[in-house]
Each structure stands twice: as C-alpha cells, then as structure tokens.
C-alpha cells in the first residue's frame, strides 16, 4: 500500500502520548493496557487532547456527540459543550432509565449489549461517537448501528488512542476513523 | 446546603437545568423516582449553564483536582476541571483502574460497594473538588471523600447538580433526610438542585 503523504505532527501531539501510562498485564498477562487516566493529571496535555477534537469538528455540522461508557463520558463532553452539540451516552445494560433500544456485538471471549435511550437524537442528525482507545472496533461497530438505525448519519469516530495491530480501522469499513495516538 | 443558599437564589439558568432534566419512575426498582440527567445533557444550553456555573464557583478557590465519580461525575467533572486549570481523577468502580489503587468501602441499601483512586493521582495539601450527578444518601460522595482525605487532600466542596435524599428509607420527613445528607457528609455540599420534595415516600411518615 502507498504510503500516504507525509504530514507534520501537531506539536501538541508529542505532549499527549508522553501523558499516557501503560500497564503491563492488565486486565491480564500479555495485554499492555494504555491508561488514559495520567493524561487528565497533565492539564495541558488533556487541554490540547479536547482542543484538537474540537478545532477538528466544530465546523461539520455536528449535532450530537455520543460516548461510550465509561471513559468516553470523560472526552465528549468537553467536546460536545465546545461546538454547540449535545451529549449522548453510550451505556452498559439497564443503566440507562428510561426506554432504550439495544445492541449486541461481540468480545473476544461472549458478547455484551449497548444501550441508547430512545429519542435522545433524531432522523437526519450528524453525530460523531468518542471513546479513549480503539482496539477490534467492536464497541465503536456497535454505536454505529445503533446510531444507523435510528437515521443518525454518522460523521467520523473519534478516539484518543488506536491500537492498529488489532484491525478496528479495517472493522469499521467506510466509516472514517480519527485518532491522536497510534 | 442548596445553591439558593449559596447566594445562587434566583440565578436565572437554575430553572433551565431544573426543567431539563427528566424523572422516571420506578427505576431502578418501585417506589424510587429517578432523576435523570440524559435529557439535560441534549440541551446544549441547560448543559453548558450547568458547568459555567460549578466553573463560576469554584475557579478561584485553589483547587487543582476535581475528583469525578464513575459514571455520570465523569459526564461533569472533567469540563470543569479543565475551565479551571484542575486536573481531572476519575473515581471508579473495582477493578476498572489499570495501576495501583487505594479503595474505599460504603454502604448500599443491601450489601457494600467499594470506589477506587489511582495511588499517585493527587499530592498531600492538594485541593479538591468532588463530583457527581445526584446525592442520595451520601454513602459514595462520604466513600469518596475518604479516599482523598487517605492520600492528604484537603476535600474544599462536594458539587452535584441534584439533591435527592435515599427514597427507599423507613420513616421520612423531608428535612431529616437533608439533615441525614449533611451529616453523612460532614462538611461543605452544594446541590444546585433540590427535588427532595418530589420523592415518593413508602412505609410511615413520622411528624
């Protein structure tokens, strides 16, 4: 594959990977988990991380910002509030109060279930979705169709760190992906 | 207690955010109106005035760590940690934080939960606020301040944007569970909102 074009990095980049912990063998062995969680302690780091969100989508039109529980509660907001959107959260089962429509996807060992409140968005509206890492894409998959399926267009993904070697850009298909960190 | 108290009376965006968010009843169980927050977070303006007004209070006041608890603090607290130059620590469930941890044991109705920091987060003579969307009984704000006090912070306010004492109690009058909030707590609350009035007792009330 032809390599793309090279681009300078935002400057601000260097600063928020440097800001991201790993934790080796967790949640088990073998696994170098990206904790996210030394990021909000560096003030400028997690400043410039919404910053670069936000200078990114506050001109496309952007309805509604969903997350996925439970980090991307802590990214889209900020986001949301920045460029006039509103706020969706992205739920484990039966915490959402009110009706809610589901969807499963799949784990690497079973599967879990996804949860929107019915009539939190509409038909036609443009929405990006956030979350702190993408690793298979299955969570992200999953807020997509539930987006899809009640005729919310899905403008872009939007993640702090990508994990490539696990394919979620490829699991994703057509549906464009933006990350900080690879 | 209140932000009425709080020299918030007649601040006219209260009545936005109050009439945005939505009560559901029966959840999670009969008897317990839920006060839920998702219907504020969809109105752009409610929200926003939600956060400018915890930043308003709090950005001179030397905090430097706004400590959210998981979920819906995390909904609130980073926006406004990051308007006031504060970092932002999630407080979280167990076994959810990757490193090393601290954690903290509180009651629930039936059984006990427990909430964790990461060791390391904050620094002894640090600041901090404390964050959620709702109080009830103040067992997870009294969890959470325990947690920050363990590591030598000093806790100058728990914010939360409703105010709903536990409604599933034995006996109720409206302003003894307010007290119970209070002393649960021990120190310093501000609810912008009070809807203790709207919970649906059962069992006897006691004058």
Redesign the interface.
């Known amino acids: 594959m032809a390599s793309a074009d090279v681009k300078a990095q935002d400057p601000r980049i260097a600063g928020i990977s440097s800001a991201i912990r790993v934790i080796p063998d967790f949640p088990k062995p073998g696994i170098m988990f990206q904790d996210i969680t030394t990021l909000l302690l560096d003030t400028k780091a997690f400043r410039d991380t919404i910053d670069l969100f936000v200078e990114r989508y506050k001109d496309k039109n952007i309805s509604v910002v969903a997350g996925i529980e439970a980090r991307g509660f802590i990214f889209g907001p900020p986001i949301a509030l920045a460029i006039g959107a509103k706020f969706v959260p992205m739920r484990k089962p039966k915490k959402l109060p009110g009706e809610v429509i589901s969807e499963e996807y799949s784990l690497e060992y079973g599967k879990d279930v996804m949860e929107m409140h019915v009539g939190a968005v509409q038909a036609g509206e443009r929405a990006l979705i956030v979350d702190d890492l993408v690793a298979t894409g299955g969570t992200l998959s999953a807020a997509i169709r539930l987006l899809e399926r009640v005729g919310v267009h899905v403008v872009e993904c939007a993640c702090v760190i990508e994990l490539p070697e696990l394919k979620g850009r490829e699991r994703l298909g057509e549906k464009p992906l933006f990350v900080l960190v690879s | 207690m209140f932000a009425a108290e709080n020299g918030l009376r007649g601040d006219p965006r209260l009545q936005g955010i109050s009439k945005a968010i ?1 009560v ?1 009843p029966d ?2 169980i009969p008897g317990i109106m ?1 006060q ?1 927050i ?1 219907t504020l ?4 303006k409610a ?2 005035d939600t ?1 400018d007004i915890f930043v308003d209070r709090y950005r001179d006041m030397g905090i430097s760590v706004v400590a959210g608890i ?3 603090g ?3 607290g ?2 406004i ?2 308007a006031i ?6 407080l ?1 469930k167990p ?5 090393e941890v601290i954690s903290e044991a509180y009651v629930l109705e039936y059984g006990t939960d427990r909430l964790e920091m ?1 060791v390391g ?1 904050i620094e002894p003579g640090e600041r901090a606020l404390v964050i959620d969307d709702l109080v009830a009984t103040g067992g997870t704000l009294s969890a959470a301040v325990r947690l920050l006090e363990r590591m030598g912070a000093e806790v100058v306010e728990c914010a939360c944007v409703v105010g709903l004492p536990e409604v599933r109690v034995r006996l109720v009058v409206a302003s003894s569970l307010l007290h119970l909030c209070k002393m649960a707590l021990g120190l310093k609350l501000l609810l912008l909102l009070d809807k203790s009035s709207q919970f649906h007792i059962t069992g006897t009330t006691q004058t």
């Open positions: 939505r559901v959840f999670p839920f839920d998702t977070l969809l109105d752009h929200f926003k956060v998981e979920a819906r995390f909904v609130f980073p926006s940690a990051l130059g504060a970092k932002f620590v999630p979280r076994n959810k934080l990757p490193g990461h987060a």
